[in-house]
């Protein structure tokens, strides 16, 4: 029996189980989301959903809540942090989220020869600032954090197919990437002096005191992908501002990587509390 990693919770399966609760639930797909992309878009895509959803006469929307895990986790405490529908939402749950995008952006890339997926994606997402005509190299970053994501056999990998096709000069990129740790500070360092104001705008540090629900952060301990003192930084700041949160940082979750669960077993109280808090304040009655 293992653990569960990020990765692996599906929204659509935590869907199934709140529903056979008794729970009306919706899970909307977001194409950008869906296609890896870091954009300040996602806010506002998830502050629109909600606002259609606030107008469904079936629903009962005076008891409404936000679950969601990773990026999603962030983009949604930014557009629960908007005044127009920041009362409209009785409890929210951040799994795995982050605080500061730029600080992420450093953490994974800190990490990336221990796991290159997170690395992968930010390049995909951001190599336009600094290169022209750069299609072709971050789609093969794309499909490299594919590879590592679906765990391709060598034969189905994609990434090596595209990188034969790539020009000398983006072969050189991608090679640096990969061998030159140097070369990838250089990197983040010019994408954080490029990309600092929309980093800024879907960073929820900077809007967290705005939150008025109570906030359930739950990060696994030791998170390669996302550091969970991007939890414990959102947590001091709800609490420099009085708000109501809860922190459950656990050996339960990673980002990706199954953890044995007869290892973390002191873990699931915590867990469990965690969740009760979430669920408290949804069902709690105005």
Known sequence: MSGYGIDDIRMTDVANSLSASGYNVVVPEFEEIKALKITPESAQNIKDVFLVILEQEKLNTKNIGFFSISFSAGYGLVAFADPEIASKVKSIIAIGGFSELLDTCRFALGNYLKDDYPGNILFYNYLHLLYDDSDALAETFYQAALDNRFSRSDKDKIAPKLYEKLSKRHKEIFDRVKVDTDFRKDLVQKISAAYETPAKSISPIYYVDKIKSPVCLIHGKNDDVISETESIKLAAKMKQFNLEFTLELTGLLSHGDKIPVWKQIGSL??????????????????
């Open 269 to 286: 109280p915590g867990l469990a509390s965690a969740f009760g808090y979430f669920f408290k304040n949804l069902n709690e009655k105005e």
